[in-house]
């Protein structure tokens, strides 16, 4: 199917085309490039959720519950499971579909599995692309989860407009460490498994956590939820519509947008650029050079890289990467 | 690099039969051998499995079936994909498969099938040699 | 075991022995394993013993700790079972197949359900579809119960069922159909293998939660211990375990920590250790490695006993002892030159033997292809025959007791057991476990480790990865009745039409009351059995009292 053909398809709810443009866009494709082209100006009516935690925080089966929740709203549902791939052999056992069973014959329902491929920085803004695509085949609310609390997978659940931070009763010493930025781009916070003991506690150490948070307007609520049997996932679909609305309606919302905006376009940059600049690095042998002399211990890597630094802006033109003046910036 | 595109393949029992010790060991092999692997399970209805690979855009399916059901299933997977418009994806099954009934199972769009003692370098071979090229 | 001296004579010769072998270095560059992984060293010698006691860890056959057995006449006095394993499609198929091994020689019957009675479905159900009597006979009420056993005198045989998460059902209906032959229920032998704790761990066949489930093996062998004293309420399993690619350590400690969480729950039920105990029963494979699973069936012995006693405090020696059932490895069997795998059964069945079991199934060796053919489980029951009767292995007890090797392996089987007992300790015990998949994960592992093995021609699988041949393959394959699922659904209309309607009603009705008041379920499920309902009918209601399991994750 060509570009033309799957962004109508893509547009008139067609599955297939659907799953086939996605592939695309995950290839980063010229045809991906192509679609994401012809989709964005069709997006941004759906609600976007990120949905990120520590391993066995049960963000699968949490995911599940809270589709089933938007369903009984009337509401469809893309998902966008993301699972590391193997360091070494670079595969992945995609194993989501299990804990969503029951969801996957719902026609109301279209979930992905997508593994992270170690791309040059690029996880985020591929898995970003993917959303877009679901967003414009009129899914109502999409969904993307991310396994483990690493930089990329909580980068990919900040792309989304909402972002809900799962942990566990008993994880006290993880919320402890948690980084503060991970509290900070937290829309909501959620204690999953809330059945078990410790619940309050771990409920109270949030709690003492965003408090010394750097927060804007929006207080993220910490809600108690046990995604096993459904309890408490009204309550967290709530507090994400509040969240959306919020979004929407406040002057806050609209920075927030523009922020989110601004952090895709300078990370799609930032991989476009790591990636072209070692693309010229390789091609100008350059890098082979240094990478003996580092190798063989006549030169520090430090050099070294500032050494390849200074062949690729020789070769794209030093005025391509100066520092903006007044002068190059307005040309 | 950003446009290499694994190999996608859907793993999946159809059926009632929980014995999956063959389907998880292939599902490993070809994780190690590069590809992305959308593991299913087992309990899978023919539905289900036809629309996993159609979600997941996959360009190989296998499915793994010991009870001796397939004779039944298989068709109705390939009827389930082929109501989704799904008609370019490679087939492989694996499981107690009685000789006189692969040719049944060949006639029906399944490339391989793979008995007990079946190397999974030779599944993995075989999936290299055969998964349909993706632009 | 040894004195100090003889002891210390062993080690300089031992020392003196290994200096020469690696002086001549001729020995393979190869590492020495079982099919385990375990190493295996040159030679064994009392120095490999020297934490052994003979009294304490070994004694005499039919004493505790039972090592060497738990009859002090090993089969001098009575041969292990015959007992094969056998079901395919409709009742009649079957109860035909029965009679038949009967005639052969067969001491015991062991049913084989198939997968919508095995997870509980009636056989009109969608899910069923395409399932009717592949693996083993359909079942869907007291009707095929009665064909299934016509002219099978109940209160004569023992028979074995093999059905976990509808076990109760089936046993109730088993129950019925023996009453109705007019056998009581107090006479009736058997086991059924309500083993719920290994389907969650490996072979899948799990309906309910883990705590549910529980619940309903404790009625049965509470419902065991009062009113049938012959019959072994459970079969705790290893098969599985080890079908599913676990190790022979692993089989052997997780079907052990299962056993004994099964002991958890019934004295929390308040039932007496020694009420229940002696009707426990286990089920092993028997794999390939001839001495490993030798001493693989002695430590379980071993083991057992001083749980029972030790940590449990069972008074009764019955309760002490480990009587199991053993499979040869269906696992094992090869769809490549598929005769070599009479073999191989062969070879499994007398270890087995040699480990002191009380029965024994052998598989055909036409079974990694098909259903096995009557000529191929004949031939599976003759290799039992010849072992007992032309080999010679059954004139002593234990004959591999006391062999250094047998020992050693013996004690490190032991030692890998309780490793393992303490880290299903540290994981919060058996059910937190497998929440979190430990034991699915820990078997997948070892699954993928023996395979990589075969592929890097590191263990040799003949006609697999080494003397293979390219030949066509000639075998027979079972047909089976092309009108039997006709005529099973046919009945199972008929059932549902003809029976009482109120009686079926108020059977189900009372049955709900009862799971849901806590009370054992077994005499509300006999009614209910004889009220003609059917299995989908109970399970479906089971399912909506207890909800369901969702599958395991684990890969």
Redesign the interface.
Known sequence: MQAAELVEGVLAGN??AL??A???V????P?GRELQRALYPRTGRAQTIGITGSA?AGK?TLVGAVTRDERRRGRTVGIVAVDP??P????????D???M?DL??DPGV????M?S?G??G?LSE?ATGVVDVMDAAGYDVVIIETVGAGQDEVEVATAAQTTVLVTNPGAGDEIQSMKAGLMEVAQVMVVNKADLAGADTAVTQLRALLAIADLRAWRPPILKAVAKTGEGVPELVDAIDEHHAYLRSHEHGDRERRELARKQIVALARAALH?QALETAEHSGALAALVDEVAGRRRDPRSAAEILLGAVKREWGEAALAEPTPENAAR | ??????I?VLIAKPGLDGHDRGAKVV??A????????????IRQ?P??IA??A????VQVVGLSILSGAHLELFPRVIEELKS???DDVLLFCGGIIPHEDIGTIETLGFKGVFGPGTTTTDIIEFVRAHAPV?? | MFDERTREAARAARARYDAEVAAEGREQERPFVTTSGQPVRRVYDPTDLAGLDYERDIGLPGHYPFTRGIHRTGYRARTWTIRMFAGFGSAEETNGRYRYLIDHGDDGLSVAFDMPTLMGYDHDEPEAAGEFGRCGVAVDSLADMEILFDRIPLGAISTSMTINSPAAVIWAMFIAAAEKQGVERGVLRGTLQNDILKEYIAQNEYIYPPAESMRLVVDTIEFASREMPLWNSISISGYHIREAGSTAAQELAFTLADGLEYVRWCLERGLDIDEFAPRLSFFFNCHNDFFEEVAKFRAARRIWAREMRERFGAKSPRSWLMRFHTQTAGVSLTSQQPEVNLIRTTLQALAGVLGGTQSLHTNSWDEALALPSEKAVRLALRTQQVIEHESGVVNTVDPLGGSYFVESLTNEMERRCLEYFEEIERRGGVLPAIE?GFFQSEIADASERYQREIERRERVIVGVNDFAIDEPLEIPILQMDPQGEARHLERLRRVRATRDPDRARRALRDLEGATRDGENVMPYLIEAAHAYCTVGEICNLWRRVFGEQ????S?
């Open positions: 599955r297939r799953a086939r996605i592939s695309h995950e290839a980063d494709s045809t066995g699968s791939s193997s070494f052999s670079h595969g992945a056992i995609l194993g579909r299990i804990r069973q996957t014959s279209f979930l992905r599995s593994a491929r791309n040059l690029g591929t990636r | 690099m950003a446009n290499q595109r694994p996608r599902a490993r070809l994780r190690d051998a590069g590809m992305e692997v959308i593991y299913t399970g209805t539905g289900m629309e996993a159609l979600q997941e855009d989704r418009g799904v993706r632009a | 979190a969702p599958i395991s994750l890969i």
